[in-house]
């Protein structure tokens, strides 16, 4: 399983480019996936240079590459330090990140990731973990589902489809196509498999924690990169990229910036440029990159 039959990597050369490379540095993959960004990595790379890649689904873990400049840890990119450590790493020089799923993942359909196939509620990123979205469909009670549905999927009628599925889950909504078939009164014609996606999306979110792990990842790159160290991440809806943007400009994730104790805003990054957003022709060649977003922020 290569990386073309896997995934194909959106924003190639720009999200590698923006690490800006140098003899005897450390980066790291934090997605490796079908490891189309890494070769692009390590391509880029002297032989003085070190690489390391994350990548917690087993899937993915089978397309390693054989390189002594390469390591992949087939964990969580949320346990960044935990592991750079294990490997006696305490700073690095460039750190990129592809979130979201991959093209296996979403044409997988065991893996119940998309709405174009039959298949179970699952969604898990990290097949080893007991928390899928059937578990959630099947026993959150109304509140909480409205909850993730409205802050996830940022769907209007989070409420209404939240009673939706607790009135209609007595004999258990297990697939994707009872899900469908189950929420069929909130999709307008012409616009469902808009709606669909926002509620798929609203679904995987909880099920990887994936706001939690961002969070928690972001403040460890501010730990281990290196002052002029560059952070490059690609992110595929608001939720994320707005995370990313105020934690580039404040070091946090809020809209207000960490004082030091003169009352002076204290800075972690400074930008690369602006957005940058795919081209009409890699779009056409691959629809998947229709959303993607990069910024690119250097560790002061």
Do not use: W
């Given at each position: 399983m290569m990386e073309a039959m896997y995934h194909k990597p959106v924003l190639l050369d720009a999200s590698?480019?923006?690490?800006?490379?140098?003899?005897?540095?450390?980066?790291?993959?934090?997605?490796?996936?079908?490891?189309?960004?890494?070769?692009?990595?390590?391509?880029?790379?002297?032989?003085?240079?070190?690489?390391?890649?994350f990548d917690q689904d087993e899937d993915a873990q089978q397309n390693s590459i054989q390189d002594p400049r390469f390591t992949l840890i087939p964990h969580n990119f949320c346990h960044l330090k935990r592991f750079l450590r294990f490997y006696k790493v305490d700073f690095v020089d460039g750190i990129l990140a592809d979130l979201g799923v991959s093209s296996h993942q979403f044409d997988t359909p065991t893996r119940g990731f998309s709405i174009r196939f039959d298949g179970p509620l699952d969604m898990r990123m990290n097949q080893r973990q007991a928390l899928t979205a059937a578990e959630i469909i099947n026993n959150a009670d109304e509140t909480e589902l409205a909850h993730i549905l409205f802050t996830y999927g940022e769907l209007s009628q989070a409420r209404k489809i939240a009673r939706q599925l607790v009135s209609q889950r007595g004999k258990g909504i297990y697939t994707t196509s009872e899900l469908n078939k189950v929420l069929a009164d909130?999709?307008?014609?012409?616009?469902?498999?808009?709606?669909?996606?926002?509620?798929?999306?609203?679904?995987?979110?909880?099920?990887?924690?994936?706001?939690?792990?961002?969070?928690?990842?972001?403040?460890?790159?501010?730990?281990?990169?290196?002052?002029?160290?560059?952070?490059?991440?690609?992110?595929y809806h608001s939720i994320e990229d707005r995370l990313i943007k105020r934690f580039i400009q404040y070091g946090?994730?809020?809209n207000e910036p960490i004082k030091d104790s003169f009352g002076n805003p204290e800075r972690y990054f400074t930008k690369c440029g602006g957005l940058q957003v795919p081209s009409?022709?890699?779009?056409?060649?691959?629809?998947?990159?229709?959303?993607?977003?990069?910024?690119?922020?250097?560790?002061?």
């Open positions: 590698v480019s923006g690490l800006n490379f140098k003899p005897n540095a450390i980066y790291v993959d934090a997605t490796f996936g079908g490891g189309g960004h890494t070769l692009a990595l390590l391509s880029r790379m002297d032989q003085s240079c070190k690489l390391y890649a909130f999709l307008p014609k012409g616009n469902e498999q808009k709606v669909l996606a926002k509620i798929y999306q609203a679904l995987r979110m909880e099920v990887n924690k994936e706001v939690e792990v961002l969070q928690d990842f972001l403040l460890q790159c501010k730990e281990v990169l290196r002052p002029g160290g560059r952070l490059s991440v690609i992110s946090n994730f809020t009409a022709d890699e779009i056409k060649t691959n629809n998947r990159a229709r959303s993607a977003k990069l910024r690119v922020a250097e560790r002061v």
